[in-house]
């Protein structure tokens, strides 16, 4: 089954425009949430993540929000840049297992 | 430092045939773990190590083979290939069991 699910599948935002990533984890057990960029023809790479005991956490245009109890946590990207066209992957982990749930992905245009 | 390095990048077999594909790290890192990546679905599990000597099964590990002789090398094989192992694999270490760095990929086609 699906732990981490993630919507939507595609996106396509106007530049300088807010792009939003949305994912929802069923195992309360999770207590990490990355969120990693793939380029075309790359291996993903570690964007931004958030443990459970903070509800946001920004780095640069870059904002996780995190919402315990509902079991969802989204990104955010403000003022989207066509270099931030990419998939974008949600995750979850719980600490010791070391295995990372991936949620389906998200493949984000960002029109010039 | 190369990181995660991943061979070969492009690979068409036939139904039925065996290969392996290479990963190698040079993080020095335990954890060690095989991904395959197909549309819609998003990344899966298929095999993964927490150290040398030390495999267990993933998600979908059906078809596949790991093996973890030394910290470095952690190969993936396919004993007889089928179509639906056409597509992405990706292999991925971790120091603490957190960030995942992974290679560039092997894209896999079954014919």
């Known amino acids: 089954q699906q732990q981490v699910k993630q919507s939507p599948q595609s996106l396509i935002v106007q530049k300088g425009g807010i792009s939003i990533i949305n994912c929802a984890y069923e195992n309360t057990a999770f207590d990490y949430f990355p969120w990693y960029q793939q380029f075309p023809g790359k291996g993903p790479a570690l964007l931004i993540a958030i443990r459970p005991d903070v509800s946001e956490k920004k780095e640069g245009r870059f904002t996780i929000s995190f919402n315990k109890s509902a079991k969802q946590f989204s990104l955010h990207i403000m003022d989207s840049q066509p270099g931030d066209s990419a998939t974008y992957f949600c995750a979850a982990s719980i600490w010791g297992a070391q295995k990372l749930v991936f949620g389906q992905g998200t493949r984000l245009t960002i029109n010039p | 430092n190369a990181g995660v390095t991943q061979t070969p990048k492009f690979q068409v077999l036939k139904t039925g045939q065996s290969m392996t594909l290479q990963c190698a790290q040079d993080?020095?890192?335990?954890?060690m773990s095989w991904y395959r990546q197909d549309p819609g679905m998003g990344l899966r599990l298929i095999h993964y190590?927490?150290?040398?000597?030390?495999?267990d099964q993933g998600e979908v590990p059906n078809g596949y083979n790991v093996s973890r002789s030394t910290t470095e090398d952690f190969p993936l094989r396919l004993l007889s290939a089928a179509p639906s192992q056409t597509s992405v694999y990706f292999c991925a270490t971790t120091l603490t069991g957190r960030e995942a760095f992974f290679g560039q990929g092997t894209r896999l086609t079954v014919v």
């Open positions: 190590s927490v150290g040398a000597g030390i495999t």
């Open positions: 993080m020095n890192h335990e954890y």
